[in-house]
């Protein structure tokens, strides 16, 4: 299979910074994205990550390390409008498919 | 113009009923996706078109028929469904190469079947 793992549930603090992990499956792997999803919205796309390193967008960040099948998300200045499920999906090798994680939903407390 | 529009936003119908789920972009992008959507759950792809040909299938059963009928548009023509079908459809659609493209998402139909 092509196991997408990542924790269900984290809380966080407003102003702090929180990491969300995700780790695949290697074989096959073509890409990561990240997605954001508000309850009852769409999927929005926060990053991608195709070689390994760090790449920066604005209070997000995303990491990835091919070769042990890991990804992160590093959210910094934690505020409360970012308590929402985020989403990790692998695409692999298969025209644009992605397979998703369960997804960790993000509590950020006052 | 980065949106994907989704109509309608909610639909109610019986078991017996014949209906239709529409999406549309003017991105330009040449691959469009429907998934579904559980409480709780993550997307799960149904379909795929690419340059308006059908390119994947996830074993979906025949009461859900996808069309793509030009570049711009997406339906999902629904008979026959059963009250698990009841879920959120979303549609993306994104670029085509030789590269992964991200996808962008309608804010999608919520669907109850009665």
């Known amino acids: 299979g092509q196991n997408i793992d990542q924790p269900t549930e984290m809380t966080a603090t407003e102003g702090a910074i929180v990491q969300i992990n995700c780790t695949y499956q290697t074989s096959g792997f073509n890409g990561l994205f990240w997605y954001q999803q508000h309850a009852g919205e769409a999927p929005t796309f926060l990053s991608y990550n195709v070689l390994d390193g760090l790449e920066e967008k604005g209070r997000f960040s995303s990491f990835l390390s091919r070769s042990k099948g890991y990804s992160y998300l590093l959210l910094k200045e934690l505020q409360m409008k970012d308590s929402a499920s985020y989403l990790c999906?692998?695409?692999?090798?298969?025209?644009?498919?992605?397979?998703f994680g369960q997804g960790t939903e993000l509590s950020v407390k006052p | 113009d980065t949106e994907v529009t989704q109509t309608p936003k909610h639909l109610v119908m019986g078991m017996t009923n014949k209906k239709s789920l529409k999406c549309e972009q003017h991105?330009?992008?040449?691959?469009m996706y429907w998934y579904k959507q559980k409480a709780k759950k993550p997307p799960e792809l149904m379909f795929v078109?690419?340059?308006?040909?059908?390119?994947i299938n996830e074993s979906v059963p025949s009461r859900f028929s996808p069309e793509c009928p030009n570049s711009s548009l997406l339906n999902l023509h629904l008979h026959a469904l059963q009250p698990e079908d009841s879920a959120l459809y979303l549609c993306?659609?994104?670029?085509?190469?030789?590269?992964?493209?991200?996808?962008?998402f309608g804010p999608g139909t919520r669907l109850t079947v009665t």
């Open positions: 993306a659609s994104s670029q085509v190469g030789t590269g992964t493209y991200e996808q962008y």
């Open positions: 991105m330009g992008h040449r691959a």
């Open positions: 078109y690419s340059y308006e040909k059908l390119s």
């Open positions: 999906a692998v695409n692999y090798n298969q025209g644009g498919k992605l397979i």
